[in-house]
């Protein structure tokens, strides 16, 4: 894995950052109605990191 890509290719930078602003939405309170903050972040959260590690195991090329 000698091979570099630029940050914002990265599957498991955006899969890190979709679950940061699902985080802030919930801790402003700004989810959409309907929705229970609760339930909405643990599934996004639990989603966001199993496919963080998942990306970041099948990548082929570093960060750079």
């Known amino acids: 894995m000698e091979d ?3 940050w914002w290719t ?3 930078i955006w899969t ?3 679950g940061s602003l699902w985080g802030v939405a919930g ?3 700004v989810l959409p109605d309907g ?3 609760t339930d909405v972040l643990t599934v996004v959260l639990a989603l966001t990191g199993i496919g963080g590690v998942l990306f970041r ?3 082929t090329a ?3």
Do not use: E, H, V, W
């Open 10 to 12: 990265s599957k498991a």
């Open 16 to 18: 890190g950052l979709i």
């Open 62 to 64: 570093r960060i750079g």
């Open 57 to 59: 195991k099948t990548a």
């Open 27 to 29: 801790t402003l309170g």
């Open 35 to 37: 929705l229970d903050q």
């Open 4 to 6: 570099l890509k630029p």
